[in-house]
T-cell receptor, first 113, second 114 residues
Framework: KQEVTQIPAALSVPEGENLVLNCSFT??????LQWFRQDPGKGLTSLLL?????REQTSGRLNASLDKSSGRSTLYIAASQPGDSATYLC????????????FGAGTILRVKS | NAGVTQTPKFRVLKTGQSMTLLCAQD?????MYWYRQDPGMGLRLIHY???????AKGEVPDGYNVSRLKKQNFLLGLESAAPSQTSVYFC?????????????FGPGTRLTVL
């Protein structure tokens, strides 16, 4: 059974710092891995999607990497801003009927001004 | 495009009551999903559908039923609500045909069962 773990569970940093969020998964048979952002009381917004054949994806100040063989992904946020404060969720897309996602519990990020 | 919408946004039930949560999408997506999110846990899949008229069980299906009579709608039913079903429920949809598919999420329904 695929399990996804995110470390740390919570992180508080001063504005301007670069930071890394970690995600690990137990089964390397995945279609892709996605990072989502969730604001309080809101739904999820997709940030980056890395296909299983890719090593990384970048969008603005965000960079996500994927190492399938070791079952790890990282989300790097450069020059953090208070507006980056949110919960960040990692999810793996299973290679099976239904194209299902398995989520980690998330990292709660607070960027202090 | 409204994307994925959910009705209602909030609901309080008493134990044993029933209710239906409605999810609607206007993106012509084939695949639709119902998740629940509990504190300290990631989203867990309840049921999903790969097309109109089809449904399948996810990770935590007990106590829930679903129907997909129209392509754009996916209903989640609680026949006899229990306090353990207090949670935030999210609906999502996707084209579902390739490894680059993204699931689009609704804003959620916060359900409390007393």
């Amino acid at each position: 059974k695929q399990e996804v773990t995110q470390i740390p569970a919570a992180l508080s940093v001063p504005e301007g710092e670069n930071l890394v969020l970690n995600c690990s998964f137990t089964d390397s048979a995945i279609y892709n891995l996605q990072w989502f952002r969730q604001d309080p009381g809101k739904g999820l917004t997709s940030l980056l999607l890395i296909q299983s054949s890719q090593r990384e994806q970048t969008s603005g100040r965000l960079n996500a990497s994927l190492d399938k063989s070791s079952g790890r992904s990282t989300l790097y946020i450069a020059a953090s801003q208070p507006g980056d404060s949110a919960t960040y969720l990692c999810a793996v897309h299973l290679m099976e009927y239904g194209n299902k996602l398995v989520f980690g519990a998330g990292t709660i990020l607070r960027v202090k001004s | 495009n409204a994307g994925v919408t959910q009705t209602p946004k909030f609901r309080v039930l008493k134990t044993g009551q029933s209710m239906t949560l409605l999810c609607a999408q206007d993106m012509n997506h084939e695949y639709m999903y119902w998740y629940r999110q509990d504190p300290g846990m990631g989203l867990r899949l309840i049921h999903y559908s790969v097309g109109e008229g089809t449904t399948a069980k996810g990770e935590v299906p007990d106590g829930y039923n679903v129907s997909r009579l129209k392509k754009q709608n996916f209903l989640l039913g609680l026949e006899s609500a229990a306090p353990s079903q207090t949670s935030v429920y999210f609906c999502a949809s996707s084209y579902g045909r390739s490894s680059t598919d993204t699931q689009y999420f609704g804003p959620g329904t916060r359900l409390t069962v007393l």
